[in-house]
């Protein structure tokens, strides 16, 4: 198993800048690829933002975040990042990280592909 800490997030004008970080612990960071999703108010599902594959060799990116949001992982660091440029205020949610030890095939994995998850993280950006 492997437990999931987020940090980062917060208020920002819209045009701004976040980086979330997410630290694991216990289990082999570096068998697991990682993804970031994002759950606004009102929607049962988690929505896709991006995936990392255990060595960061392989991202992929929701097609709203494309170009303007960056995952990338530490290994030495048992971290996984999201680097957030340009945020819109639709990008208004809370985020959550994901582990999987799970070879993720689709371009838009789900949640349920996801074991472990952090405890989420607030992220707001203003008009």
């Known amino acids: 198993q492997v437990q999931l800490v987020q940090s980062g997030g917060g208020l920002v004008q819209a045009g701004g800048s976040l980086r979330l970080s997410c630290v694991a612990s216990?289990?082999?960071?570096?068998?697991?690829?990682m993804a970031w999703f994002r759950q606004v108010p009102g929607k049962e599902e988690r929505e896709f933002v991006a995936?990392?594959?255990?060595?960061?060799?392989?991202?992929n990116y929701a097609d709203s975040v494309k170009g303007r949001f960056t995952s990338s992982r530490d290994n030495a660091k048992n971290t996984v990042y999201l680097q957030m440029n340009s945020l819109k205020p639709e990008d208004t949610a809370v985020y959550y990280c994901?582990?999987?030890?799970?070879?993720?095939?689709?371009?838009?994995?789900?949640?349920?592909?996801?074991?472990?998850w952090g405890q989420g993280t607030q992220v707001t950006v203003s008009s």
């Open positions: 995936h990392i594959s255990w060595n960061g060799g392989s991202t």
């Open positions: 216990g289990d082999t960071f570096n068998t697991y690829a």
């Open positions: 994901a582990a999987t030890l799970r070879v993720i095939v689709t371009a838009t994995p789900r949640g349920y592909e996801y074991d472990y």
